[in-house]
């Protein structure tokens, strides 16, 4: 399996990412190999194996419906970028 | 100036006396970090100032625990209440949390005081602490060489004695590949044992929190102040904690012992074939029974893993997104250009690549190929260590497959890199527990032996680990390189 610059650019698309020239040029090299290595996986017959998604042990875990104290506002906004009355502050998302 | 390289019980000793104060330990921790950290590089936060305070409340006081009145440190993906956690990357430069991680508020509850946090390849993706987003981390024993990694700061801090010990966290071998690398003895516990509340996630079914200390008798009380259940973290599993230290009793006549034919079938590097023999006649005369076993999928775990731990990366990096955490690229035109340009600038090359490799096996059309797959082959390597594990009460295994290597040498290629962590990442894909303690040097490094458990058994990997280390004299050196005596 070999990923092209083209599908280095979709990927890092999804991924919010913005990749330069240079940069498309050397990941799809690299991630090519990576994907080729992870590619030894298909030489496995898998046939009704379940797939694991997580090996902890199984338990419910429920509480009391009941309120518990918050951190406050000032404090959980201390870390914004930007933040405008009592909230996170995005760029606009519509124009006008 | 005291010497924190004595272990925790002597350390108590002398906080009981009253010989020494709590005070008298974390300034002969900052004095050592002075001394020689611009060297080693071990530390990204020094918390000087909230430390004496806290050594001083305790002046005079009588330790209530075992941990009471001793400094350690912490990798930075720790949650840490007022103090900087970057977790080693630029995108969580100025983030400073609002809240304490579960394992935090237990040492502090416990006396213990936080003199600092540690470096860390960014976001625990890598095996050098090159991937920092700071500044590499050197190993004491070789300036030139790594310290290994993720948890490199840690491992180093406590192999120079900086602090007696520090808490790393272990995805496919960030605690017991760095702890190898050092020296000093590394502990992974079961994945559950230990509340992540407060870590940041790297690759949540896999991520575990352990220390990294000096003996596997410190590794045994961090580990009991540590573990239990959390309501915070829905993963940590509510068992009884066994009280550890009562394991460690030096006798481990007639424990079944595995040797993965699998593991020293491979051309395996000369010098550690040597000490694995030599560790493998200690453990025989120390009653053990070896016996061959048989994990037939090892050859498929790096590959599974490296397809598991980039797409569990990609979903839980997602929240860095310029919103929340501190750091925003200034310069956007929209919402979607400043989530592009605050990512791309604030990750680094490797977290870049696992987030594209992660973000890629998850997407449309390629994840039956590559995600599915990969979970169906964690089963195979899941049961190749139940079905060992009908025989044996351990398994016996490198830590890694050499020494710690140089600075600049695996960089250039991410695959070269990631082959460093194949005996350790097949245990985190089964959720097992398994320790590094040091086996012996070559040319002059220190190498690590690896014991695995069954889920839960702590205990058991803690027991041997001690027996062995009391039989031999690797465990506890100390690096020349900054002063020590090997």
Redesign the interface.
Known sequence: MS?SKK??EY??A??????TEVEKEA?SA??S???E??????K?D?AG?????????T?T?V?KDEPRAS?PLA??L?????AEEDQ?K????LEG | MQDLTVGIAQLHDWLKSGDVTSLDLVAASFARIGAIDSAVQAFLTVTEEAALVRAKENAGKTPDGILDGIPFALKDNMATRGVKTTCGSRILEEYIPPYSATVMDRLDAAGGVLVGKLNMDEFAMGSSTENSGFFPTRNPWNLGTVPGGSSGGAAAAVASGMVPYALGSDTGGSIRQPAAYCGVVGLKPTYGRVSRYGLVAYASSLDQIGPLTRTVEDAALVLQAIAGYDHRDSTSVNLPVPDYMTALTGDIRGLRIGLPKDYFAHDMDAGMRKVMDAAMEVLRGLGAELVEVELPHTEYALSAYYLIAPAEASSNLARYDGVRYGFRAKDAENLLDMYNKTRSRGFGTEVKRRILIGTYALSSGYYDAYYKRAQQVRTLIRRDFETAFERVDLVFAPTAPTTAFKLGEKTSDPLTMYLSDIYTIPVNLAGLPAISVPCGLIDGMPAGLQLIGRMFDEATVLRAAHAYEQATEWTGKRPQAIGGQA
Request: hydrophobic share 55%.
């Open positions: 990923l599908d280095v990927v890092a999804l991924a919010r990412l913005h990749v990941l690299e991630l190999r990576i994907l290595y992870a590619g030894e996986l298909k496995l898998l194996v379940e797939p694991t998604s997580h090996v902890g042990v338990q875990v509480r951190l404090t959980v201390a870390n914004a970028p930007d996170f995005v760029p606009a998302i």
